[in-house]
């Protein structure tokens, strides 16, 4: 599965500033360790006044607490557990201060690396998932903050339906070749196109077809305001089959 253009921009770009922050910091506490080598006997010896040392190693171990957090941030989003980058994770966790700068680093420059050449393909998917369930959440929590008798249940058909939408698109692009979005007069293609050309491409059979047919339906009835053409019950059932169909097939 393939990531969204403007998120996979936003990776590599972290990706970048990561390397570059890293260059820095490493160059920083390599210059400092120099220093405090060099006037290591000095520094013993020394009764009074004052050493011309770089008294920086503070302000570096606390830009490298922050940059190191940076990177486990963009990681820990990426990896599912289960991947290369989980060990990696606990490498860049063990090392504890600037010195280690050029270690993480080294991590960082060859994901980053992997990302680009798309060796790190299981990572997108599990970014993917995880905006899907992220949504998926907040319409199980519009199913249960509603007022019942007042078609509280409308917002949640709504959003599952944008939900369903969007990645329907994704599996067409998915397909080799990719299925079109979009008609030949550039317009998107509704939910129902993209089922049924999907369907034609045997991603699913006619059963799953129907069922998508059928929450496609629904969407519809909310976003037109026709909401005594459905339920909560529908609303419900939709929820759990999209769930399950996204667990399926993406």
Known sequence: MRLPPNVDALIRQRFEELVTVGK?????????????NRNLGTALDYRGGSLDIERQPYSIESAFI??????????????????QVTH?????????????AEEILGIV???????????????????????????LRQA????????????DYVPAAVLLGAILESNLRQLCRDQNPPIPTVKANSDPKMLNALIEDLAN??????????KLRSWAKIRNYAAHGEFTQFSRADVDQMYSGVQDFLAKYL
């Open 88 to 100: 990696r994770i606990e490498e860049v966790r063990a090392y504890g201060y600037s010195a280690y």
């Open 24 to 36: 820095d910091l490493a160059r920083r506490a390599n210059a400092s360790n120099e220093i405090n």
């Open 140 to 151: 199980e929590q519009l199913l249960g903050e509603g007022v019942p008798g007042q078609y």
């Open 201 to 210: 491409a045997n991603v699913f059979n006619k059963m799953m077809a129907d």
């Open 109 to 135: 420059k060859g994901l980053k690396s992997d990302y680009e050449t798309g060796i790190l393909i299981s990572l997108a998917q599990h970014v993917e998932a995880n905006i899907a369930a992220d949504y």
């Open 66 to 83: 922050e940059w190191k957090t940076n990177v486990l941030s963009l990681l820990g989003m990426l990896t599912n557990g289960k991947d």
